[in-house]
């Protein structure tokens, strides 16, 4: 039994050891409280993309912190909330109006899905059902796990999950059979939205997809009336290459999730955005078109001003060029294995490169993934496979030596364990 009382996240307690305790962070490094280093090549569960302890943000959540701590929103506004939601809607693509708060990527997802239905609905139309991609993975609230791919993550809670129409992943090659198999679930009555992972899966497997298909996505959704929803939680703020996966394609989506990167990593929030229709069916002296979503924390003053300090950083430092050298020093490391016999499926997009070791033993719960995992911390490094996919997320501030030790260390680690 753990000495502690914590249950931690996606932790079998009785095989893997204690949680190891952090005490400090510093742009790409965590330090433990015995004083060892880590690199932190997956931006602590993807969501630091400038770095831990950007001076700009935590001196934005000291300031706030002065100031206002936390209000309800239902009634009541801040100047936080309003000046992030502006920057938001200036800075995301063309067309998303309305902003609505939330706390996390899932609960972005759960407003997001009931905003389509509330708008169906609020329409007149009956239409409920929701297209979501085979390998999906959309959070782990109820809603979430609905639309995401069906698993061992999953199976227990089944019972309790919706139905959804499964799209499958436009793997290269059969991008077409994706379209087709849209176009055909389009055509039935009753399909509210299609809810997508723009350009890239992440706890999917880091299944990378082209642009012109998200481009196609869309054409074939709007042709239907079909809402297209963005999940950029993951992909959102430079993970990609581009500010958001959308901009890649050209595309807006009518309702858009973002959260992980959206305080720069500092603190829990989420928005989601939406286009001017979808505002305005909930728009009405009949009260029951009210959108029915609140969270007691909605809209934190002090989380709102963090990622007003974030979107700021986004606006005066280099950070495109940041992701831009990252993605160089990915394409240098990862060189060295194309055509090695030891790995297949070398990939990457923007600041996330990725590569599979050929096994036996994949998928998640394969026992190669936490022996990599143990390897990789004891030369200081976090890299956190999923099953026999190893990836790296780093934070932007990440330099191409660090980068280039992760890259020697996937090789000789790969060759230590066969
Ligand atoms: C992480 C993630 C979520 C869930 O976000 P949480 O903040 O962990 O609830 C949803 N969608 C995608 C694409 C994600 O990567």
Redesign the pocket.
């Known amino acids: 039994m753990p000495a502690s009382p914590v249950w931690h996240p996606f932790t079998q307690h009785a095989v893997q050891p204690d949680a190891i305790p952090i005490a400090r962070g510093e742009g790409a490094w965590l330090e433990t409280v015995d004083g060892r280093r880590i690199f932190d090549a997956i931006s602590s569960?993807?969501v630091v993309t400038h770095g831990h302890r950007h001076p700009r943000i935590v001196q934005a959540i000291k300031q706030q912190a002065e100031r206002l701590d936390q209000v309800i929103f239902a009634g009541f506004t801040h100047e936080p909330a309003e000046r992030l939601a502006r920057l938001l809607v200036a800075m995301t693509p063309p067309g998303l109006d309305h902003v609505f708060f939330s706390d996390?990527?899932?609960?972005?997802?759960e407003v997001a899905l009931k905003m389509a239905l509330g708008f169906w609905r609020n329409s007149g139309e009956r239409r409920s059902r929701i297209l979501a991609l085979e390998g999906a993975?959309?959070?782990?609230?109820i809603g979430?796990m609905s639309v995401g791919e069906r698993g061992v993550f999953n199976a227990t809670y089944d019972p309790l999950l919706f139905d959804v129409e499964r799209i499958p992943f436009p793997a290269a090659g059969r991008e077409q059979v994706t379209l087709d198999a849209i176009t055909t679930a389009c055509r039935n009555a009753g399909v509210a939205a299609l809810i997508v992972?723009p350009l890239i899966l992440?706890?999917g497997g880091m299944l990378i997809y082209p642009p012109w298909v998200l481009t196609e996505m869309k054409r074939i959704c709007e042709a239907h009336g079909v809402l297209l929803i963005a999940?950029e939680?993951?992909?959102g703020w430079g993970r990609t290459g581009t500010r958001f996966a959308c901009e890649q394609a050209g595309v807006t989506p009518d309702i858009a999730?973002y959260?992980?990167g959206l305080t720069g990593g500092s603190l829990?929030l989420?928005v989601t955005l939406c286009r001017a229709a979808i505002f305005d069916a909930h728009y009405s002296t009949d009260r029951s078109k009210t959108f029915f979503h609140s969270s007691s924390y909605t809209a934190n003053p002090i989380a709102c001003a963090a990622a007003c300090a974030n979107l700021e950083i986004w606006q005066d430092e280099p950070v495109m060029e940041r992701i831009a050298a990252i993605a160089r020093a990915h394409t240098r490391g990862l060189d060295r294995f194309r055509g090695d016999a030891r790995f297949a499926n070398v990939r990457q997009i923007g600041s996330i490169a990725a590569l599979d070791i050929v096994t036996d033993d994949a998928g998640y719960l394969a026992g190669i993934g936490p022996r990599l995992y143990d390897n990789f911390l004891r030369r200081g490094l976090l890299v956190r496979p999923l099953g026999n996919t190893i990836y790296l997320m780093p934070p932007y501030c990440s330099t191409p030596q660090e980068l280039e030790r992760v890259f020697d260390a996937i090789g000789e680690i790969v060759d230590g364990i066969g």
Request: proline share 4%; hydrophobic share 30%.
């Open positions: 569960w993807w996390s990527g899932s609960t972005a997802v993975y959309h959070g782990d609230t979430g992972e992440g706890a999940d939680v993951m992909t999730c959260s992980k829990p989420a």
